[in-house]
């Protein structure tokens, strides 16, 4: 029983990855039943928490993610959506705040007529000279800073269950984080020591496309968003999730926008998983509503730039295999174990697998699965031919996710190196990193007036401003 609870709480909260619960106490009335299950008839201690953590699994993927948390800032004293605390949606997920008692001062803000001596956009630049502001010197006209901005689900969040001892006491901070490490994201990861962010394999360093771009313009330091939440579909982003982004028309400057739906619209726990699907129909409509509450908030000269869906049947075939990290078994066989835990028997009955459609040994679901997304990724490419926005550009990329393996595989490398540990699908920092280096690719090879010019001053900002003042505290 022991080997069995271990293998289904680690495969279960590798998907736990939601909003902050404050009480803990609070349980979905659908996962009472798991108490009842054979999940929990184990007597040590090991199963009870097995069991407890399983349920509180259930709940945070049972329950709607808009009645767990706002995705906001905890602290956050001056109202302007960032924060100077780590965790609880603060400068792990955004740039942080340096100066949370003034409402006119946060990463993104155009600082043009403001007093020089205020670093208004906390990019750490900030005095004058003779011959003017250093901020309209060395980031004006065509080296303006457009931040980043990351709207998708638990692979953007960077979910991540630590299983790497130096890890193991920082539970706590974990939570607040929602067992997720956007840190070390693969759109807007700042941390730059590979070691606070649990990498099975050490490339030597964490990539991002926010680091990438920062290293082409230092002007856009801090100015980082990771609006992402684990589950998170294209009717929750437009619900509730896309306006919780940080940025105002007239006030900030533009931005790059990644919409990264990569698996929940196609992924749930149902047995009949087809039925639960979006369908292309309900797509449009969910991301047409969310681009256009874009439209009202992002300045002139944004981009948007949408991916598309992770390459299911790629993981199923590379990972089916491979040993799961515990339990004694395989990944396939984890799977079949969440296949056969459900919840809500006499109403909504759902297994614990949140993607039954590609971690499922059924091929012709798999199938089914892999042709409804193709059909998703056509919405944007009819979208961006149809449909214009005056605030912004939009343009589609497929996600390089399996390129990335066969190249990885090629070289020599194992392919569990790209994922996760626990789950199988989740991209490890490993995988992030390298996600990192093929979108950032793809966009300056295809669209790189979307990046601008490298910035000739970066080396004289490094001079007068070193590290900028930094990010604030690590996760260690």
Not at 210 to 219: A, I, S
Not at 237 to 262: C, G, H, K, W
Not at 394 to 404: G, N, R, S, T
Not at 422 to 439: E, F, K, M, N, R
Request: glycine share 8%.
């Amino acid at each position: 029983a022991g080997s069995l609870g271990a293998a289904l709480l680690l495969l279960a909260v590798a998907f736990t990855c939601a909003a902050p619960i404050h009480e803990p106490s609070v349980l979905c009335p659908k996962c009472e039943e798991i108490k009842h299950s054979k999940v929990c008839e184990g007597e040590s201690l090991p199963d009870k928490v097995a069991c407890e953590f399983l349920i509180a699994t259930c709940s945070f993927f049972e329950c709607p993610v808009e009645d767990l948390a706002d995705h906001m800032p905890v602290e956050d004293h001056d109202g302007d959506r960032f924060s100077t605390l780590f965790g609880l949606r603060g400068y792990a997920w955004r740039g942080r705040d340096c100066d949370d008692s003034n409402a006119e001062v946060y990463p993104g803000r155009k600082t043009a007529g403001s007093d020089p001596s205020v670093d208004h956009n906390c990019n750490g630049i900030s005095g004058q000279n003779a011959s003017g502001t250093f901020e309209e010197m060395f980031c004006g006209g065509d080296y303006a800073p457009k931040g980043i901005i990351l709207l998708s689900d638990s692979t953007g969040a960077h979910f991540n269950v630590p299983l790497n001892p130096p890890h193991l006491k920082e539970w706590p901070k974990m939570l607040d984080t929602e067992l997720c490490w956007p840190e070390c994201s693969w759109a807007t990861a700042w941390e730059d020591d590979v070691k606070q962010c649990d990498g099975p394999y050490d490339l030597g360093r964490v990539d991002s496309f926010y680091k990438r771009m920062y290293d082409r313009n230092h002007c856009v330091f801090r100015d980082y968003q990771n609006i992402a939440v684990n589950g998170m579909r294209t009717v929750r982003m437009a619900n509730s999730l896309v306006n919780t982004t940080s940025r105002n028309q007239s006030t900030d400057t533009p931005a790059i926008v990644f919409y990264a739906e990569v698996a929940n619209d196609v992924c749930n726990p149902h047995s009949n998983t087809v039925d639960h699907m979006t369908t292309p129909e309900e797509y449009k409509t969910n991301v047409l509503s969310a681009l256009q509450q874009l439209e009202e908030m992002l300045p002139k000269n944004s981009t948007v730039i949408f991916l598309g869906y992770l390459h299911g049947e790629k993981y199923y075939q590379t990972m089916k295999d491979k040993p799961y990290p515990v339990g004694g078994i395989n990944y396939l066989q984890a799977w079949e174990l969440v296949n056969n835990v459900t919840v809500d028997k006499h109403k909504d009955a759902r297994t614990l697998n949140p993607c039954y459609g590609w971690l499922n040994a059924n091929e012709t679901l798999r199938n089914i699965t892999t042709g409804r997304a193709r059909q998703l990724e056509a919405v944007y490419a009819d979208i961006i031919k149809t449909t214009t926005f005056d605030s912004f550009d939009m343009y589609y990329f497929d996600l390089p996710d399996e390129q990335i393996i066969d190249d990885w595989v090629k070289a020599g490398h194992n392919a569990a190196d790209l994922v996760s540990q626990v789950g199988g699908v989740h991209p490890s920092v490993v995988g992030s990193s390298l996600w990192a280096a093929a979108i950032w690719d793809l966009v300056e090879q295809n669209i790189p007036h979307v990046l601008g010019p490298v910035n000739p001053h970066n080396a004289e900002i490094r001079a007068r401003f070193g590290d900028q003042g930094g990010y604030g505290p690590s996760r260690l």
